[in-house]
């Protein structure tokens, strides 16, 4: 562990380099960043982990970085909030979504949310499970459906996320 030190610390450096050093103005940086400056923050005492966390949310939202588009992740946001209930988490994703993406509307963002409430059978396949879903009159493409489908198997506990809800994300040809 201590050969990757060095190279921990030199991430670090890089990764907060450009966010300020206390807030309000971390949050500024964050609401130019990824269109939301995440309050909660403000409530920490100790600024170098807000800079951390910051840089944390800078990273996660950068499609580059993670290989999943942002738009999506506000989106997979959603659903997390809409599987666990939390109506404060579900607006603040609503409301980034709005912001951040402009091609989706009120009643694209409205159907993620439904989705999210739904029973969802994931013992069975991927098209089947999403028969009758929220999602089926979205502009959605086949692959945010999908994510969005996986997404909603891990909020509830990553071991809803089975090989067998993987594996039936990835049959080809598949239309709602």
């Known amino acids: 562990m201590l050969r990757h030190l060095p190279a921990a610390i030199s991430f670090d450096i890089a990764a907060t380099k450009k966010i300020p050093k206390s807030w309000p103005a971390i949050g500024d ?56 209930r939390n109506r404060l988490m579900a607006k603040e994703f609503r409301k980034m979504t ?38 089926r009159d979205t502009p959605l493409s086949e692959m945010q459906v999908r994510m969005l489908y996986i997404a909603k198997a891990s909020s509830y506990a990553p071991t809803r996320t089975t090989q067998a809800v993987v594996d039936s994300t990835k049959a080809p040809c598949f239309k709602i």
């Open 29 to 84: 940086y964050l609401s130019q960043q990824v269109g939301h400056s995440f309050p909660v923050l403000a409530l920490l005492n100790h600024s170098r982990a807000v800079r951390a966390i910051a840089g944390c949310i800078c990273l996660n939202l950068d499609a580059i970085v993670c290989g999943i588009e942002s738009d999506a992740k506000y989106l997979m946001g959603i659903v997390f909030a809409g599987v666990n």
């Open 98 to 135: 709005k912001l951040m993406v402009d091609y989706y509307d009120e009643d694209c963002i409205n159907a993620v949310y439904e989705f999210s409430k739904e029973d969802t059978d994931f013992s069975v396949d991927f098209m089947d499970a999403l028969t009758d879903s929220a999602l």
